[in-house]
């Protein structure tokens, strides 16, 4: 079994009627019950307001993949929390973040760009088209789906050269994005994907679950054990001679 964690704010979900409607149990339920119709993945939820913003380092311990949705209290988001979510992933803990996520302190610190871009709330018609179809995120897909209604992201997005693009986007409006990117760091696998605002029910929408359930499986580490950055051991011993 994969063992995910979806991490959410739980905060526009009571703070816009909208949200709440299109997400009554809260936008972190609904990503982790589509992952849960994986057998394969044991997904659970926790929000920014429990204790440690729920992700204790005992957890992350335990977690392979990380789901992160996050839109309005990234600055809130506790250093020491987001410093050991870090370490995690460049330990081997796989990290999935999604829509407003870009701006999260955790991609941000990961990618070492400001993730910036350009964007438009007009519920435009999106086409996500796959223009990496031998990718294990694409599997299952037909070659573009609509998405009815989104916010627009544009280009250019302030990331590095990713290591792959699985998916651009066109927007009604005109505008095209690289909507599935993936990155490594460290041991650590990373993959952004842009739908997802809020107020529209795309997490509700087949393709888009098949998505997150392939990225889970992409994102899961081998299987190393855990050794902390911080944990690192000391070796007094040299394996060769050092010295005449």
């Known amino acids: 079994m994969i063992r995910a964690v979806v991490w959410g ?3 526009v979900e009571h703070t816009i009627s909208a949200v709440a409607a299109a997400y009554p149990l809260g ?5 982790r019950d589509a992952l849960n119709a994986d ?3 044991d997904a659970l939820s926790v929000t920014f307001q ?23 209290l990234h600055d809130d988001v506790r250093d020491d929390v987001v410093a050991r979510v870090h370490a995690r992933v ?7 973040v999604l829509h407003s996520g870009h701006f999260s302190k955790i991609f941000r610190r ?23 179809p031998a990718h294990p995120i694409a599997a299952g897909l037909p070659p573009s789906f609509v998405i ?66 392939n990225a889970v499986h992409w994102a899961a580490p081998s299987g190393a054990p855990w050794h902390g950055i911080e944990e690192a051991p000391h070796v007094p011993e040299p394996l060769e001679q050092i010295g005449p």
């Open 50 to 72: 429990e204790q440690e913003h729920g992700l204790p380092i005992d957890l992350l311990r335990e977690t392979d993949v990380l789901v992160w949705w996050g839109h309005a």
């Open 90 to 96: 460049l330990e081997g803990m796989g990290l999935i």
């Open 148 to 213: 009815p209604h989104e916010e627009m992201y544009g280009e250019p997005f302030a990331i590095p050269t990713p290591d792959d693009v699985v998916f651009i986007s066109w927007f009604e409006g005109g505008d095209v994005f690289r909507s599935g990117v993936t990155f490594s760091r460290g041991a650590g696998r990373i993959f952004y994907f842009r739908p997802g605002h809020e107020t529209y029910p795309t997490y509700h929408q087949l393709e888009v679950q098949q998505i997150l359930r």
């Open 39 to 41: 057998s394969e993945i």
């Open 27 to 31: 936008i972190h339920v609904c990503l």
């Open 110 to 132: 990961l990618l070492g760009t400001p993730a910036s871009l350009r964007w438009r709330e007009a519920g435009e018609r999106e086409r996500i088209w796959v223009v990496n």
């Open 9 to 11: 704010e739980n905060y």
